[in-house]
């Protein structure tokens, strides 16, 4: 079977989300109902999810979810890791049999802590070793593909549609203060287990629905700085570009969406000076990482949310809120099956970043 | 009348459901069912909830009235009847309409009237009450749309309207004076003879939405219009 990278995607897909602005927990329930309208976007060849808050009582440890092909990849990648981390604990991540999704590989969830004299020894901080072993496992491990690395978070996915990929789970055992939802519809070939959304690094999660067209130079770019685009899937990148944007260059996320989907020069030609030199200096410095094509992403981390559209807005994106939550979904039909009563329902303009961030203090949820 | 509970139905069944009712027909808790209504004829159809993409699509003289908001794409194709929401509707509204009218109590999303055309007497028209996005009227090759920006306290049209506009014409309640037009496009200041033309889209508007009409045929419009016949002459070819 051809996977990715060896056949290109074009994916069509749906996207949801929501948070609670309190950081009052919530299962797994209404994040899959909110799919379900939008199932004729998907077609059962990807759905996924990702939860923020969901492990507090491993908080410290990175939460790493691992798909093995078989047993002796799962003995491998065992192996790397106890060399690699004191692994606190080591399980099956649960699921349920269902008929809708087969053929699923080993699926294991590590909570790791990184040894503090391997770190002292190789002068890195804590999440960069963490990437750097994520990395190698993807890169050099064959059979095996850490899909989730962050703190108190999680990704799910499978090839399904997303509904049954949230049965699958029991994502309603799941209590988080955020939810981000995918459902796939690649059109070039059979997808598989990894190459469903969302994609993950850290606590970064990207959801994203359209097909970008500089992959390829976003490609070149981000991997001159260690990261290895594996999968080929255009998604991918996109987590990448917000990791180093965020975490290695200290961007704001403002600051990340403006250059990943950047004005136009005649745009930033009519704004007020200090706003103008601001956009000028983010579109040459990081020009490579504009990206370009259709997209609607939501990107989650921990503590908040952003949602971003294409500047030329080739994706539909509608926001809405309700008390203390925000929903975010391609359809507003899907925000009214979370919550028939949402307010200030809008849709946000091409690169027009709607940024949401939990309340300080309360991402470990209450 | 035949009243028909959305909930649990896909489009395929809806839709079904919608062809086998009498002709005034009422959908209620939809949700996000697709093309609801396509091709249809001689059926007047409320609908309470939220429609999905596609509402109306090659629509051919059914009248569909919307309690809400509706989602992308509505009217797309449409031939004839006619399309009332009662909230906004998402983006691409009236894609390559070629015929019957929508009215919009509230705001339109992006490229509303992409490839709107017209034929003789065919003349599709779209009355959208708040705010339209970013480009309006793309490629415009036919019929009207009227922008009136009630309750908008900013620019009532987002950037890059009437992008490749090569037909048809566009009416904002505005003096677009911060409004970036394309060349090849005639913009003006719409004159008493000019707003008769649209008097009967903007009547239609306040029967349905109770706006002030007065008030309204009173404000200062910009008209767009195509400068030539040909507004691409020697663009791509030696024509």
Redesign the interface.
Known sequence: MLKEGQVRIPSGCAISAVISKEGKRMNGEKIIESMK????RSNGLGGGFAAYGIYPEYRQQYALHVFCNDKICKDECEKFLKESFEVVKSEYIPTRKIPEITDEPIIRRYFVSPLSSVLSSMQLDEKEYVVRIVTKINTEMKGVYVFSCGKNMGAFKAVGFPEDVGRFYKLEEYEGYCWTAHGRYPTNTPGWWGGAHPFALLDYTIVHNGEISSYDANRRFIEMFGYKCNLQTDTEVITYIADYLLRRQGLTLNETASVIAAPFWK?IKNKPRAEREKLTYLRTVFSSLLVTGPFSIILGFEGGLMALNDR??LR?M?VGEYEDKVYIAS????I??MEPLAQN???P??GEAVIIKVKDGDINGR | MTSINATGYDFVDLNNQIRKSEKICELNNCLGQRFISAGLKNKIITINGTPGNALGAYLNGAEITVNGNAQDAVGDTMNDGKIVIHGNIGDAAGYAMRGGSIYVKGNAGYRAGIHMKEYKDKIPAIVIGGKAGSFLGEYQAGGIIIVLGLKCSNEIVGNFPCTGMHGGKMLLKSDCKNVRFPENLSVKAATADDMKEFEKYISEFCRLFGADKEQIMNSPFTIITPDTKNPYKQMYVMN
């Open positions: 309208p939008m199932h004729d745009t030329l807005k539909s509608v359809e507003e039909a899907a009214r099956a329902i809008y849709s303009a091409g």
